[in-house]
């Protein structure tokens, strides 16, 4: 015999966290691979150049959609605590997007034609981790892709060995 209850009033279901994450920064949940490659690219564009450029994870965009990429790298200056807005004005010189297992390359490719590039970003990685390599995207539909040697953004001049980005997975 079940035993039922009946409900008075509405009843509130709460979204899962992964949920919340996705709704709030437009973009898939992050697993240990995404999470690596991530701080990996943070870690050694910024031994390579902090003197030019900060790299910055995870900032908010005002952007329509609103939009997270995993990293923006912008020229470098003095940040002013004093003055944070939740969703950052000024649009970075590149963004770099890490691609997740349920994403497609396609999706990040408009993401870049769509909103990054309108607002006047200059270029857009995008991470591939199964292929262990990089695809660029530059505004006027030039594209690279770099798996081996060494990747250069005409954008930023910014130049990096994609074997030490992907060294660690198999």
Wanted: aromatic fraction near 8%; hydrophobic fraction near 40%; charge should be negative.
């Amino acid at each position: 015999m079940m035993h039922e209850e009946l409900l008075e009033g509405p009843v509130v279901v709460e979204a899962a966290p992964e949920m919340d994450y996705e709704i709030e920064r437009n973009k898939p949940m992050p697993n240990i691979i995404h999470g690596f490659l991530q701080h990996k690219i943070g870690v050694l564009l910024d031994q390579l150049f902090a003197d030019k450029f900060m790299f910055i994870s995870e900032l908010s965009l005002d952007s329509t959609p609103p939009s997270t990429p995993d990293i923006c790298i912008y020229p470098k200056r003095k940040l002013d605590v004093r003055t944070v807005v939740a969703r950052e004005k000024e649009m970075p010189l590149t963004t770099i997007e890490i691609l997740s297992p349920s994403q497609s390359v396609n999706e990040l490719m408009h993401k870049a034609w769509d909103i990054y590039f309108p607002l006047g970003v200059k270029s857009a990685w995008i991470v591939v981790p199964e292929l262990k390599g990089i695809h660029i995207v530059l505004p006027d539909n030039r594209n690279y892709f770099f798996n081996t040697g060494t990747l250069t953004d005409q954008a930023t001049g910014i130049e990096i060995p994609v074997e030490r980005i992907f060294e660690d997975l198999l």
